[in-house]
């Protein structure tokens, strides 16, 4: 068991690439935060609605940054699954947070519209 910046108390065995923390970090956080950015465009398109549709610009915006946070959340996860048994269970839990919080409730969503 090696311990270092990049294998913080990695107990299990192998050994991670350089810099795998540092990627799946700034993963989460981009992520989280253009999910977080997604919700004020949608706000906007909903009270500025005009005949009772919301405005398309601001759904826009929305769509795109959520699909980035999507691109980032991915990139942040893989990294991870990949390593899995290396990582320690608060990094594990760290990289699908994104995913789980957002992705989950999406795909809940999408099911409860198709029925």
Request: without cysteine; charged residues 10%.
């Amino acid at each position: 068991m090696t311990s270092g910046p990049d294998n913080a108390g990695a107990v299990s065995g192998g050994t991670l690439p350089s810099g795998t923390y540092r990627h799946i970090r700034i993963g989460v956080v981009w992520a989280l935060v253009l999910f977080a950015i997604a919700i004020v465009p949608i706000v906007i398109a909903t009270l500025g609605m005009v005949d009772n549709a919301p405005i398309r610009l601001p759904l826009l915006f929305a769509v795109s940054l959520w699909a980035l946070g999507i691109l980032v959340a991915l990139w942040a996860a893989l990294p991870a699954l990949r390593h899995w048994s290396t990582l320690p269970r608060e990094v594990r839990s760290l990289a699908i947070t994104p995913l789980l919080f957002i992705g989950l409730p999406q795909a809940v969503a999408l099911l409860v519209l198709w029925l």
